[in-house]
Nanobody
Framework: VQLQASGGGLVQPGGSLRLSCAASGSIFSINVMRWYRQAPGKQRELVAF???????NYHDSVKGRFTISRDNAKNTVYLQMNSLSREDTAVYYC??????????????WGQGTQVTVSS
């Protein structure tokens, strides 16, 4: 299973970006889809996740500003990021786990997309 992330870029403080991550391959079902980020010199941290049923959870630092959603028909997860600050600058990675068939599971990472918040 391959995950292709897109949507990163340069944005001014207070601006918005929308990240997308599409899963492809022989997928039976996707369970949880997640967004992580890693800032320079820092450990990778979980930003948000969404379950197959649509339940969501967020890192405290992004609550009220970021929204995670998914389109199960397209095997795609999104991260709408509003009110961006310089502290949100990082490489953002998507992650997903699920089933390839009734017996085999998968866990995959996307390649990362750079988000830079700067004036």
């Amino acid at each position: 299973v391959q995950l292709q992330a897109s949507g990163g870029g340069l944005v001014q403080p207070g601006g918005s970006l929308r990240l997308s991550c599409a899963a492809s391959g022989s997928i039976f079902s996707i369970n949880v889809m997640r967004w992580y980020r890693q800032a320079p010199g820092k450990q990778r941290e979980l930003v948000a996740f969404i379950t197959s049923g649509g339940s969501t959870n967020y890192h405290d630092s992004v609550k009220g500003r970021f929204t995670i959603s998914r389109d199960n028909a397209k095997n795609t997860v999104y991260l709408q990021m509003n009110s961006l600050s310089r502290e949100d600058t990082a490489v953002y990675y998507c992650n997903a786990d699920g089933l390839l068939d009734a017996w085999r599971t998968f866990g995959s990472w996307g390649q990362g997309t750079q988000v830079t918040v700067s004036s």
